[in-house]
């Protein structure tokens, strides 16, 4: 099958910071892919890459068909197809859940009003905040924005979900009901790329960690074989640090 | 809680500090504050609040007091002036108006990736900031009357919106660049237009931040207006003048428009914070 997310070679740099070095990955259909690594190790980079919030120095992105690092391709419908996730929600203060959700299909897809408030109650309801419609995001907690950011993000009926930490900005308590939607997410087939250390998704939904170190890919296989008997000396030492 | 310091403030400085927000979940976390003008009351500050009631009731009970019991001259000055008042209005609101377009403008301008916008909104506001507003006020009234001639009135909202366009383009810049990075990448993300994005997510909560600077900065404007007087617009300072140099009663006359003045201001800035109020409570 052809890949849903092709990464060539991929180079980034800030200045004379190096972000990512000659990092290549493939993401088939499908796939669950978690990225982990120290930080600084490029991970949110590489995340950040597909969708093009930042640009590639050098290397290739490819998304299906189109090219991402290609300026000629249009980036704007690549957008559409590639949901994203943040660490720190990114909700939009001034709309409500619902509008939260509806404002990008509106826009963007030019639906009308009602089969945008449709769709909007259908993904609320998907992600277990139904009651919250008219709510702004101040008045949700973080783990209830999250999950909005989520449907949100849905709402294009993107082909891939890019997740960059989408727990480190939680409370313990919360970081479960956003696993949880997750999870669910992975098993109705979704393709997606997560940046996370959390060891009950890893274990419930994907089926590849890739380890980075320093901008680099060091490793990559099955959870299984990553975590208990990882093969490079820089994977066996970080993962001693979280596990 | 980030703190922007009022445009004005800064005076021809190069930028007005925006320093990183609070908590970006928000996308609210920056206030704009301002260290010039009226003070704006909100209820929550009530030492601010009762100074404020004193001095609105104090100057209004004033003006009643005179008008009631020291007609000899003060009446006579309260019946000539209400023409002033109403052109120091019409002044005043035709030269926002303008002034929040052209403000808008190079504020959008000020924050452009395209570099020659980028740099002619930096020159206007650099320019204009350079300059005091009674010398442009002069300037382009006269500057006008080389190549066309427009009424008195049009050349003195012209100078005053082309002057406070610049501050209120600082004020737009600081109030756009307070918004989290996070909102716009979130819209871009979603496939909006920078365009879009700027429309419906950023300048949506921009107004929220900038309102109360826009609202001293129009009291501020309110104020400066009376510097149209030396174009021979019969604003509330030229009316005080034509009556004090008829009846030579200069102390009353300018009692009464200096009261009348602070009546105005202090009206319009509880005004403000009402609205502000209101904006706070509705969509946080």
């Not at chain 1, 972000?19 to 190790?41: H, T």
């Not at chain 2, 035709?94 to 980028?118: K, P, Q």
């Amino acid at each position: 099958m052809a890949d849903r997310v092709r990464i060539v070679n991929a180079c980034k740099y800030f200045g004379k910071v190096v972000a990512l070095r000659n990092a290549s990955l493939s993401v088939k259909p499908g796939e669950v892919v978690l990225v982990i690594g120290p930080s600084g190790s490029g991970k949110s980079t590489m995340l950040r890459c597909i969708n093009r919030l930042e640009h590639l120095s050098s290397g290739e992105i490819w998304v299906d068909e189109d090219k991402v690092t290609d300026h000629a391709s249009d980036i704007r419908k690549i957008r559409e197809e590639v949901g994203m996730v943040f660490q720190s929600f990114n909700l939009f203060p001034h709309l409500t859940a619902l509008e939260n959700i509806t404002l990008a299909p509106r826009v963007v897809k030019k639906i009308s009003d009602t089969d945008a408030r449709d769709l909007g109650r259908k993904l609320l309801a998907r992600v277990g905040l139904s009651e919250k419609e008219t709510v702004f995001p101040e008045q949700l907690s973080g783990g209830q924005q999250q999950r909005v950011a989520i449907a949100r993000a849905l709402a294009m009926s993107p082909k891939v979900m890019l997740f960059d930490e989408p727990t480190s900005a939680l409370d313990p308590e919360m970081i479960k009901e956003v696993l949880d939607v997750m999870v669910e997410l992975a098993k109705e087939g979704m393709t997606m790329l997560v940046v996370s250390h959390e060891m009950g998704f890893a274990r419930a939904a994907a089926h590849t960690v890739v380890f980075m170190d320093n901008g680099e890919i060091i490793e990559r296989g099955p959870p299984e074989a990553v975590f208990a008997a990882p093969k490079e000396e820089r994977t066996q030492r970080f993962l001693k640090h979280i596990l | 809680m980030a703190e922007v310091e009022s445009a004005k403030s800064t005076g021809v400085s190069k930028e007005a500090p925006v320093s990183p927000r609070g908590d970006p979940r928000l996308g609210r976390g920056a206030r704009i504050e301002v260290t010039d003008g009226a003070l704006i009351p909100g209820r929550g500050e009530k030492a601010t609040f009762s100074a404020w009631r004193i001095s609105f009731f104090g100057a209004l009970a004033l003006l009643v007091g005179l008008f009631l019991f020291k007609p000899h001259p003060y009446r006579d000055i309260m019946l000539f002036l209400p023409d002033g008042i109403l052109k120091t209005f019409e002044v005043t609101v035709m030269s926002i108006a303008c002034a929040l377009i052209i403000g808008l403008f190079a504020g959008l301008g000020r924050i452009s990736r395209v570099r020659i916008i980028n740099r002619i909104a930096t020159i206007y506001v650099e320019v204009i900031r350079g300059i005091p507003l009674l010398v442009q006020i002069f300037y382009i009234y006269y500057a006008l009357g080389k190549l066309i001639q427009v009424p008195d009135i049009l050349a003195a909202v012209i100078a005053m919106a082309v002057c406070y366009g610049a501050y209120l383009g600082e004020i737009f810049r600081a109030g756009i660049q307070s918004i989290h990075k996070g909102q716009m990448e979130a819209a871009i993300a979603l496939g909006l237009t920078r365009g879009q994005a700027l429309r419906r997510i950023i300048l949506p909560q921009t107004v929220r931040v900038v309102l109360p600077p826009l609202g001293n900065e129009f009291i501020a404007l309110l104020k400066d207006s009376s510097l149209v007087s030396i174009l021979a617009v019969s604003d509330l300072l030229r009316r005080g003048r034509e009556y004090a140099s008829k009846t030579f009663d200069y102390f009353e006359a300018f009692t009464v428009v200096a009261l009348v003045y602070l009546v105005m201001t202090l009206f319009f800035s509880r005004l403000v914070a009402l609205m502000e109020e209101r904006m706070n409570q509705r969509g946080r």
